[in-house]
């Protein structure tokens, strides 16, 4: 099932070994252009490229899926596989969620402050 999907391009933005999230963004290229971020809450692994020409995020189902994406194990908490342009590229995770504002590339996350970055 699809859960989001965009036409542009993203890339790893943060990712926080304290509290296991993954931030991507999209940054707007014009000025009237939405800026675009994801983040994955609680990550327990991930199979991702630096840089997406376009993302679509989809709600896998980890069993049927885990040979092709060559996952041995599951992990022992609670988490949901989320498949990123229909795999390979996946993330094991408890949550996903986006915003999207009209802020500057630099500007801080909606979700709020990541070490190091604004």
């Not at 840089?51 to 679509?56: E, R, T, V």
């Not at 040979?67 to 949550?95: M, Q, W």
């Amino acid at each position: 099932m699809a859960i989001g999907q965009w036409d542009r391009d993203f890339k790893i933005w943060n990712y926080s070994f304290s509290y296991s999230s993954l931030l991507l963004r999209s940054a707007p290229k014009f000025d009237q252009d939405l800026r675009v971020d994801v983040l994955f809450s609680n990550v327990k692994r991930m199979n991702i490229p630096v840089k997406f020409a376009g993302l679509s995020i989809e709600d896998g189902e980890f069993e049927a899926e885990r040979e092709r994406l060559g996952i041995e194990e599951a992990p022992d908490e609670p988490f949901k596989l989320f498949l990123l342009n229909g795999g390979p590229s996946y993330v094991l995770a408890t949550h996903c969620q986006w915003h999207e504002d009209h802020e500057w590339v630099d500007a801080p996350s909606r979700f709020g402050p990541f070490r190091g970055v604004h």
